[in-house]
């Protein structure tokens, strides 16, 4: 029988993972080929700031209900709609002739995509069942992926060919698409109230999940389940090519396919684990599963320049950081109050990604002081943390329960 939430999930799971190049690496390449000046492309990194910060206006999102199509789907919608025309018209632009307004649009498409991420994951959390949240969470990876391939590699080829104006308009066209899978999606089947006003929707979201036995506890385990793993990636493409000496094609290759598919296929595989399983283990046994794998690449330092042990390496770490990925979407979703999913899912998303923000700093030193393959053993070391808080909030929080609703 389909399931028409897991279906869903999986076409927002594109659209929400498609407009990230689009003001990113492939905006950069549009930019460098129309040769803008070196300091302006750098420039263009902040407009992911929106990204970082979308956590400040999801209050808005769980207090305001759009007038059609519900309260998730609604504000969906309305963001995919906005993407769709701003698309349309940042392809119309010439970057040599108007780099400024450019740039301004392109940070209109990056707050506009955040907000249909602070949507989609509030909506993913309210419509799934605790036993879809696992599957849920790996259509979620396997589309976002597919959709970052398409407006990444995929929209280079295609202006290429094509030119950046049509690659652009075809990119639009795939979001538009995309909201024929809001329209169609189902709303949830509980009636929950929003929030009285705008202060209820900014401080009632933190007092529920501060009044949680166990909170700090909790949200220390969020920060520091990945962390381990965020360290190990900080530095990986110059560990490769600085360090090992490989080349960008053969770095390519092991992470354009063998560290995608390996991830999609981790990313299902503990999805259909985690529909026969307790939460609780599938988060320590992925967990321990993730600390491991990140050995590899301590073995590959010790072993040097080997092409086949740089890809294992890749597959295996993918493939555990997929299933662990899964486990912690799912367990984020299992903490968000429906009343304030937007907010809060928001909020935890931001906690589990400061590793990922925070640690190249820090992973730049170690590696001076420290050399490669002991960095590596410290990233092992670093996985640790998280599952011992794991251990502690056991007893304290309810794995696989039910969403909590008002």
């Keep these: 029988m389909i399931n028409k939430r897991l279906i869903t999930v999986l076409f927002l799971g594109f659209s929400s993972g ?15 080929q129309a040769g803008v000046s070196l300091v302006t492309i750098g420039t263009l990194s902040l407009i992911g700031l929106p990204y970082v910060w979308k956590f400040l206006w999801a209050p808005l999102m769980d207090r305001f209900i759009p007038p059609w199509w519900g309260r998730r789907r609604g504000w969906i919608g309305i963001t995919q709609i906005g993407l769709c025309i701003t698309l349309f018209i940042l392809a119309s632009m010439n970057p040599a002739v108007s780099p400024l307004a450019i740039g301004i649009l392109a940070l209109v498409i990056a707050f506009l995509s955040a907000s249909q991420d602070i949507a989609i994951d509030a909506y993913r959390a ?31 080829i295609l202006a290429d ?20 899978a809001t329209f169609f999606g189902p709303d949830t089947t509980k009636n929950i ?15 529920d999940l501060l009044r949680r036995d166990g909170i700090w ?24 090519l600085k360090g090992l000496g490989f080349t960008l094609t053969e770095v390519g290759i092991a992470f354009k396919t063998f560290g995608l598919v390996a991830t999609i296929v981790g990313a299902f595989i503990g999805g259909l684990l985690l529909t026969r399983m307790n939460l609780y283990w599938a988060l320590l046994l992925f967990g321990l599963a993730q600390a491991f794998s990140n050995l590899m690449f301590m073995v ?27 486990a912690l979407m799912a367990f984020l979703m299992s903490l968000c109050h429906q009343r304030y999913s937007a907010t809060q899912y928001a909020v935890l998303s931001a906690l589990s990604a400061i590793g990922r923000v925070f640690l190249g700093p820090v992973a730049a030193v170690m590696v ?28 304290r929080v309810k794995f696989n329960a039910e969403v909590i609703e008002c």
């Design 18 to 32: 498609l407009p990230l190049a689009l003001t990113g690496s492939t905006l950069q390449a549009w930019f460098t």
């Design 126 to 156: 309210d419509i799934l069942l605790p036993e879809e949240r696992g599957l849920g969470a790996a259509c979620t990876i396997f589309a976002f992926r597919i959709a970052m391939l398409t407006s990444g590699g995929m929209a280079l």
């Design 161 to 180: 060919y094509l030119g950046w104006r049509v690659t652009y308009e075809i990119m639009a066209v795939l979001i538009g698409i995309s909201t024929l």
């Design 193 to 207: 109230q929003p929030p009285k006003n705008f202060m209820a929707a900014v401080v009632e979201p933190f007092m």
């Design 217 to 240: 506890i909790v949200l220390l385990f969020v920060i520091f389940y990945k962390i381990g793993d965020a360290l190990a990636l900080s530095l990986m493409s110059n560990f490769l």
């Design 300 to 326: 590959l330092a010790y072993a040097g320049k080997d092409y086949w042990l740089m890809t294992s390496s890749i597959f295996i770490e993918s493939f555990c950081s997929g299933m662990s990925t899964a």
């Design 368 to 395: 001076v002081y420290l050399g490669w393959p002991i960095f590596y053993f410290w990233s092992f070391i670093l996985c640790f943390p998280g599952i011992i808080m794991l251990c502690l909030i056991r007893n």
